[in-house]
């Protein structure tokens, strides 16, 4: 039987030198990730709308961008393709703060193509946010992508397998312990049940400072946890994660040439980017900018089978 094709489609127009794949990375969790993926050029994300399940691709095509939505929310996901992709990303104002450190300014036109993409959607990037907490990847995306197994049902579309985001409220209604061989503890598996009961409420937030104050508001979700969510939902270029164990060093070295540095420091290295400092943290990690490494790296825990 031949696979439907798109149920919408609409073509985009973005700016001189926009790279796709670098724009829509932060949609992923690794190029394994069960919701999303950038397969033969195009990127793919399977999503929750209020319309249904929903997938949206993305192609590049002589210089445009061509967006096709697949399943009960197809319209949802085209109308909002252009934010999806980062299209919508206001960069005004950017390159003057940048010229104020050769860094920054280095960075910011080596990777003048990517842009900050703004999903919209609250839950999907808190489900992957609360599995990241105080662990490695590796450990987040094993929980992440178990979860989302767990919780099967396949997305719309011809790219397959590709898995829809859980539903809010079937995470709810799953006990701790359901989590538990995924490697996630009871501390972790209990913030992200509360985060589910209030998804409904989180995704009418009506900005990133609103949806901040909301999500901190939920025990055992904190500042970073928050930053990490409004900088995707939302596309907040100012979202610093505060309580990162890597990014106030990678700040301080490459703002201060300073090995170590605290949250403290790094935000007062941010503040003249103020606005974009989330911008900047971005394209630190675009760069490839690390401190040194001093010690053994972090082990890789497991305690599901106890």
Not at 72 to 93: F, N
Not at 111 to 128: C, D, I, K, N, S
Request: hydrophobic share 45%; aromatic share 8%; glycine share 8%.
């Amino acid at each position: 039987m031949t696979e439907p094709g798109p149920a919408a489609r609409r073509t985009l127009r973005p700016p001189a030198g926009y790279r796709l794949a670098a724009s829509v990375r932060s949609l992923t969790f690794s190029p394994y990730d069960p919701c999303a993926r950038i397969a033969a050029g195009s990127f793919w994300w399977a999503t929750r709308t209020p319309a249904g399940p929903a997938t949206l691709a993305l192609r590049p095509a002589a210089g445009e961008l061509v967006a096709e939505g697949y399943g009960p929310g197809a319209d949802w996901v085209v109308e909002r393709a252009d934010r999806i992709a980062g299209l919508r990303d206001d960069v005004t104002g950017f390159a003057e703060l940048a010229a104020a450190h050769p860094v920054v300014a280095r960075l910011a036109a080596q990777h003048r193509g990517l842009r900050m993409p703004a999903t919209g959607q609250v839950f999907p990037r808190l489900l992957r946010a609360v599995f990241e907490q105080k662990v490695t990847g590796k450990e987040a995306y094993r929980a992440y992508a178990a979860t989302v197994r767990h919780f099967r049902e396949p997305a719309p579309g011809p790219v397959q397998p590709l898995l829809l985001p859980p539903e809010p409220a079937a995470v709810a209604a799953a006990p701790y312990w359901v989590f538990h061989p995924f490697g996630v503890e009871q501390r972790r598996a209990e913030t992200l049940r509360r985060a589910a009961a209030a998804a409904d409420r989180l995704e009418r937030c009506a900005d990133a400072e609103e949806a901040t104050r909301r999500l901190t508001a939920i025990l055992g979700i904190g500042p970073w946890t928050a930053a990490e969510v409004v900088r995707i939902a939302y596309g907040d270029p100012d979202a610093v994660s505060v309580g990162d164990y890597h990014i106030p060093n990678t700040v301080a070295w490459a703002l201060a040439g300073e090995p170590r540095g605290d949250d403290a420091r790094m935000l007062a290295l941010l503040e003249p980017f103020r606005g974009h400092r989330g911008r900047v943290c971005l394209l630190l990690e675009a760069g490839g900018v690390h401190a040194p490494r001093y010690g053994p790296r972090a082990p890789i825990r497991s305690f599901a089978r106890f």
